[in-house]
């Protein structure tokens, strides 16, 4: 048989000098056995099943984990050391510490969950959801115990805010099991899930020995109890006296009397709606005119001056006597500064 010009007879092709199938099957071989050997590393790019996921996603918990436990070691170090902590500083430090779990709990939200972790993570977001309403929740309760005389009642709302991180604990105990078995499953050794424990003393939230901790708190710091009190600390007439006899003021020719009355707080409790009542009297008028004035708030250290107007006195030789009344507040014990007395005489002319 005879073929075109330019062409090969059968007989004169060449054969391949290597087998396409030999070679596709020793690469196949060889691949295998670079995942069996290197399984740490050529598992990232696909070998068997695709892990990255897992991987990032474990990575990306463990960062979660790093600022969780921060929040617990700062909550575990503010109640060992709470004695020598001012209210203010507490409030401060709790409030940090809610404000900070709720953020950490929202980037949780936001971590893509591979559907190998879709259980694993649900326990991950039980822990941290009760650590944020649990530190919430915490600071009204440990200040109502500080308040409170009889702690019975704010003794258990702090045992169940603890209660609560305890069972954080052991959601995010079940939460680091879960991850680790799928791990395992995955043949995953190079990395591992975290864990995360707030609370480290057995039994720390019982009522018993929330309420041992709170009595404490109370005998032996002084400035964390809640104290409420005012005090006058000046008080100035208009017009002012000329002169002094033996404690009576002479004040010069006036048909009414002003009083500024200046009052402190000198508890460490905002103070709302404070009374100030003025109340002149004589020897002739032994009727009291009385002139209220309210001081709308008065935080812990702070003074205001409040002014009382349309006071009339009694003129000539008769002595008035004007006091001065403030508060008392709700809660206050010591009333001896809470009084203020001033006698003066008016001239005629």
Same mark, same amino acid.
């Given at each position: 048989?005879?073929?075109?010009?330019?062409?090969?007879?059968?007989?004169? !092709?060449?054969?391949?000098?290597?087998?396409?199938?030999?070679?596709?099957?020793?690469?196949? *071989?060889?691949?295998?056995?670079?995942?069996? *050997?290197?399984?740490?590393?050529?598992?990232?790019?696909?070998?068997?099943?695709?892990?990255?996921?897992?991987?990032?996603?474990? /990575?990306?918990?463990?960062?979660?984990?790093?600022?969780? /436990?921060?929040?617990?070691?700062?909550?575990?170090?503010?109640?060992?050391? *709470?004695?020598?902590?001012?209210?203010?500083?507490?409030?401060?430090?709790?409030?940090?510490?809610?404000?900070?779990?709720?953020?950490?709990?929202?980037?949780?939200?936001?971590?893509?969950?591979?559907?190998?972790?879709?259980?694993? /993570?649900?326990?991950?977001?039980?822990?941290?959801?009760?650590?944020?309403?649990?530190?919430?929740?915490?600071?009204?309760?440990?200040?109502?115990?500080?308040?409170?005389?009889?702690?019975?009642?704010?003794?258990?709302?702090?045992?169940?805010?603890?209660?609560?991180?305890?069972?954080?604990?052991?959601?995010?105990?079940?939460?680091?099991?879960?991850?680790?078995?799928?791990?395992?499953?995955?043949?995953?050794?190079?990395?591992?899930?975290?864990?995360?424990?707030?609370?480290?003393?057995?039994?720390?939230?019982?009522?018993?020995?929330?309420?041992?901790?709170?009595?404490?708190?109370?005998?032996?710091?002084?400035?964390?109890?809640?104290?409420?009190?005012?005090?006058?600390?000046?008080?100035?007439?208009?017009?002012?006296?000329?002169?002094? /006899?033996?404690?009576?003021?002479?004040?010069?020719?006036?048909?009414?009397?002003?009083?500024?009355?200046?009052?402190?707080?000198?508890?460490?409790?905002?103070?709302?709606?404070?009374?100030?009542?003025?109340?002149?009297?004589?020897?002739?008028?032994? !009727?009291?005119?009385?002139?209220?004035?309210?001081?709308?708030?008065?935080?812990?250290?702070?003074? !205001?001056?409040?002014? *009382?107007?349309?006071?009339?006195?009694? !003129?000539g030789d008769i002595v008035n006597m004007l006091t001065i009344q403030a508060g008392p507040v709700p809660k206050e014990k010591f009333l001896d500064n809470n009084m203020s007395e001033i006698k003066f005489t008016v001239a005629v002319k």
């Amino acid at each position: 048989m005879a073929y075109s010009r330019g062409t090969l007879s059968y007989r004169q !092709k060449r054969k391949p000098i290597f087998n396409p199938r030999v070679i596709i099957v020793v690469l196949v *071989i060889v691949f295998l056995l670079l995942c069996l *050997i290197g399984r740490g590393t050529f598992s990232r790019i696909g070998c068997s099943n695709d892990t990255s996921a897992i991987q990032n996603y474990v /990575n990306q918990v463990k960062k979660i984990a790093e600022r969780t /436990n921060k929040v617990g070691t700062d909550f575990a170090d503010l109640r060992n050391n *709470i004695k020598s902590l001012a209210r203010k500083d507490l409030q401060t430090k709790l409030n940090k510490m809610a404000k900070d779990s709720a953020t950490i709990t929202g980037d949780a939200k936001k971590i893509e969950v591979p559907t190998e972790m879709a259980d694993a /993570n649900e326990y991950l977001l039980v822990a941290l959801e009760l650590r944020t309403t649990a530190l919430e929740s915490y600071q009204p309760a440990i200040f109502n115990a500080l308040g409170d005389t009889d702690l019975e009642v704010s003794a258990k709302q702090v045992s169940l805010s603890l209660r609560d991180i305890a069972f954080s604990d052991r959601a995010f105990g079940l939460f680091k099991d879960a991850a680790q078995k799928v791990l395992k499953s995955k043949d995953i050794t190079f990395v591992s899930a975290p864990a995360s424990v707030f609370l480290t003393v057995d039994g720390e939230y019982e009522a018993a020995n929330v309420l041992q901790f709170l009595q404490a708190i109370k005998t032996s710091a002084p400035d964390l109890t809640e104290t409420h009190g005012i005090a006058i600390s000046e008080v100035v007439l208009d017009p002012a006296a000329t002169a002094d /006899n033996n404690g009576i003021g002479s004040l010069p020719s006036t048909t009414t009397v002003s009083v500024s009355v200046t009052i402190e707080n000198q508890g460490n409790q905002l103070e709302v709606n404070v009374p100030v009542v003025a109340t002149l009297k004589s020897e002739t008028q032994p !009727k009291p005119q009385l002139k209220k004035a309210t001081i709308a708030s008065l935080a812990p250290g702070e003074k !205001k001056t409040i002014k *009382i107007t349309g006071l009339t006195p009694t !003129k000539g030789d008769i002595v008035n006597m004007l006091t001065i009344q403030a508060g008392p507040v709700p809660k206050e014990k010591f009333l001896d500064n809470n009084m203020s007395e001033i006698k003066f005489t008016v001239a005629v002319k």
